[in-house]
């Protein structure tokens, strides 16, 4: 059996005791856990004590999970898969009190695919820990604040009336596309600027491949526009966006949890509740921009092609 271990780890600036209440009390899972948040209709059934709970659902699969080492700072768990396949993993989280008054959380798994999965072991790997990095966030911020700030509203399939635009092409690595792109969103907001009065909508962003096991993403970041100049100065490029139709999830929140809308849009395609329209990119359009809201109220609408 292909054998796979995640771990990832995050600094929650609080005291060991409170963040050991949270992890030992499944009440308060769903409020930071990067599953449920993407299937809303999910069952869960929690312990009266909290230190069990099973789930049930048609993106997320069914399972169980229960404590069965409550250590001052080892936490140990015991998960059982039932869909979309059998298997059991052993969870863990470690607790370390650092000098700054900071606790540094270690989330830890090791489990274990079907042999005829053996090839996913990587990619497993690789998304999982994308998962946990999210959850990590998302419990630094219920754990420090008391809330999370990211909300995904499903709005259902949506059409698209289409845009020409003026963009700006980048392969990154996923570790620096937030900084990245950043700055490509004001070259192009400047360029396009330059253009006169020509946007007519949002910006948005392309992902024309994403390689998360090579840890690459290739996008496109770009401006609806009235129309497209003669010539255009390298590196920005024209392009257009077909009308289309598309599942829509609205993101509300900050840029680090969009990854919420993203694993909810791949789950409901592995479930057959849409199918992926291949021929056109899928896109997100950034309805506000940072600086003009406060980070839980960005709203991002992601646009995910599909076949109807």
């Known amino acids: 059996m292909p054998e796979i271990s995640i771990q990832r780890s995050i600094s929650i600036n609080s005291e060991v005791k409170k963040v050991r209440e949270v992890l030992l009390d499944f009440h308060q899972w769903s409020v930071w856990s990067p599953w449920l948040i993407q299937e809303p209709e999910c069952r869960m059934t ?22 069965i080492a409550p250590g001052d700072t080892l936490l140990e768990y015991e998960l059982q898969f039932i869909k979309p396949w059998k298997s059991k993993a052993a969870v863990s989280f ?51 604040t008391g809330g999370v700030p990211t909300k995904l509203e499903f709005d259902g399939v949506s059409k698209f009336d289409g845009c020409q635009y003026i963009g700006l092409r980048k392969q990154t690595a996923l570790s620096t596309i937030g900084e990245v792109m950043a ?62 139709d598309a599942y829509r999830i609205s993101h509300i929140g900050g840029y680090q949890y969009l990854g919420n809308a993203w694993s909810a849009l791949y789950a409901m395609e592995r479930a057959k509740e849409i199918k992926c329209n291949k021929g056109t990119h899928p896109f997100e359009v950034y309805l506000n921009m940072p600086g003009e809201v406060e980070e839980a109220e960005l709203r991002t609408q992601i646009y995910f092609p599909i076949k109807t």
């Open 183 to 244: 700055k490509d969103c004001e070259a192009l907001g400047a360029y396009v600027k330059e253009q006169g009065d020509v946007q007519t909508a949002s910006m948005f962003c392309i992902y024309h491949k994403f390689a998360p096991v090579k840890g690459l993403v290739d996008y496109e970041v770009g401006i609806p526009v009235s129309s497209v100049p003669s010539s255009i100065v390298s590196p920005f490029v024209s392009g257009v966006i077909p009308a289309l």
């Open 94 to 144: 470690s607790l370390d009190k650092k000098a700054d008054d900071n606790v540094e959380v270690t989330w830890s798994m090791k489990s274990s695919l079907p042999f005829f999965m053996f090839w996913m072991k990587k990619m497993m790997e690789v998304f999982v820990g994308m998962d946990y990095e999210r959850g990590l966030a998302m419990l630094r911020a219920y754990v420090e």
């Open 46 to 67: 929690v312990a009266e004590d909290g230190k069990s709970y099973a789930w049930e659902g048609v993106r997320v699969g069914s399972g169980s999970m229960k404590i």
